[in-house]
Each structure stands twice: as C-alpha cells, then as structure tokens.
C-alpha cells in the first residue's frame, strides 16, 4: 500500500477550492506561488507562500460580505480559520488579492 502525503499548503488550496466551488465563488479567481507572485511585481504579498488574485463572486463576497448578498463573514472566517488549520494565515492585499502566510 502506497501512502502519499500532501503538503500543507497544497491541501488547504484544495481544501479552498472546492468551497469556492461549492459556493460558486469560484469564477475568476488564479492562483500563485511566492516565485509567480513575486515575478508580477506587486508590492504586497511578496513573502506569502500562496497568492491569488479575485474577481467576481468571491470579490464581493470577501469585500462587502452581507452588503454583496452573502452571509456576514462566511467567505471571510472560511478563509482565515481554514488557513489557521494549515498553519497559516490569510491576509488580503488588494481588495482584489489574498495572500496566505506561514506562521511562524
């Protein structure tokens, strides 16, 4: 029997992915690693370990919560206590970007 072990930022994208898919949050949102995130030259986010960029959906849903016609923090506590489970946290950067750290 093979055991494969998924990296902890691996699995929380994936975790991530499939609630934004669940929820239909999941139209225009891209992903990067700390490497492509640095390459676009962006001033926040540069020491994230994950990045990814939003519009749409998920864009109102993380930025006008209730106001966008979605419950009052529920993409916005998913996001932080999924990333705290991983060992991580979320932090957005534009208010159409997010980046998640590592804690230390």
Do not use: C
């Not at 540069?46 to 006008?64: H, K, M, R």
């Not at 932090?91 to 997010?98: D, T």
């Amino acid at each position: 029997m093979t055991t494969t072990t998924v990296r902890p930022v691996t699995a929380m994208k994936n975790e991530i992915k499939r609630y934004l898919k669940r929820w239909g949050l999941d139209t225009d949102v891209h992903w990067y690693s700390k490497t492509a995130w640095q390459e676009r030259g962006e001033p926040y986010g540069n020491e994230a370990d994950v990045s990814l960029t939003f519009e749409g959906p998920l864009y109102e849903a993380l930025n006008y919560g209730e106001w966008g016609g979605f419950r009052e923090g529920g993409a916005v506590d998913f996001f932080a206590e999924t990333a705290r489970k991983y060992g991580y946290f979320f932090e957005q950067g534009y208010a159409w970007s997010g980046h998640f750290y590592k804690w230390d």
